[in-house]
């Protein structure tokens, strides 16, 4: 079946702009997580869900980043007034069940340019 | 708080050579512990896992076994192939949390 899915592959923004990431998970995978993943480094965690319920946004980096997911699948990673810190690539993934000890299926990320 | 941290790259191996790749981990609780695979042009990958302290997490060739005496979770192979060349991620995640935390990464290239 199809795998996580994200868009777009590839963002360029001028500073101060608003950016959204779109994440479309595996069919019936119960749990999502964001990392960003600047370069030359490994994912950091940003934020889960399980579900449609946001359980823990602790990696978020300020309030301009903000993550939804409505309806319990796909899910939205929105940054307001974009810096060049942003800049890095937005991983999502998904588990079929809400626990960390089970295989997280990676989607193949979105590069985020601020300029 | 939680951590990992792996052996810096990039590393360089002539084909059919040993390879380990050392991972340590910082952890408050019980951890699992993860090897990820990044191939060129592709998203992560899980390659193998451990659950708990003794277990060794085995797949294509790769080994890592988990010694909660030395926090760690080195990745090993007897023999590594051209197609091995990746960049590969040391993880852990608390059995309490959902958090998975990563190391840097180790560029590996394979040589013929």
């Known amino acids: 079946g199809a795998g996580v899915s994200q868009s777009p592959r590839y963002k360029v923004a001028k500073r101060g702009q608003d950016v959204a990431l779109r994440c479309d998970p595996i069919?019936?995978?119960?749990?999502l997580f964001w990392y960003q993943q600047a370069l030359g480094q490994g994912p950091e965690f940003l934020t889960y869900?399980?579900?449609?319920?946001?359980?823990?946004k602790s990696g978020l980096p300020s309030d301009r980043f903000f993550a939804e997911r409505p309806e319990g699948s796909v899910s939205t990673l929105k940054i307001q007034r974009t810096q060049q810190e942003d800049s890095a690539v937005y991983l999502c993934?998904?588990?079929?069940?809400?626990?960390?000890?089970?295989?997280?299926?990676f989607g193949p990320g979105t590069r985020l340019t601020v300029t | 708080g939680d951590s990992v941290t792996q052996m810096e790259g990039p590393v360089t191996l002539s084909e059919e050579a040993f390879l380990t790749i050392n991972c340590t981990y910082t952890?408050?609780?019980?951890?699992?512990l993860f090897w990820y695979v990044q191939y060129p042009g592709e998203g992560l990958q899980l390659l193998l896992k451990?659950?708990?302290?003794?277990d060794k997490g085995s797949n294509k060739g790769f080994e890592a076994t988990y010694r909660k005496e030395t926090t760690s979770f080195h990745l090993e192979k007897g023999s590594v192939q051209v197609s091995d060349s990746a960049v590969y991620f040391c993880?852990?995640?608390?059995?309490?949390?959902?958090?998975?935390?990563f190391g840097t990464g180790t560029s590996l290239t394979v040589i013929p």
């Open positions: 993934a998904s588990s079929l069940v809400d626990s960390a000890t089970y295989e997280q299926y």
């Open positions: 069919s019936g995978h119960v749990s």
């Open positions: 869900f399980q579900n449609e319920a946001q359980l823990d």
């Open positions: 952890a408050t609780g019980y951890p699992s």
């Open positions: 451990a659950t708990k302290a003794d």
């Open positions: 993880a852990l995640s608390e059995s309490s949390g959902n958090q998975f935390y």
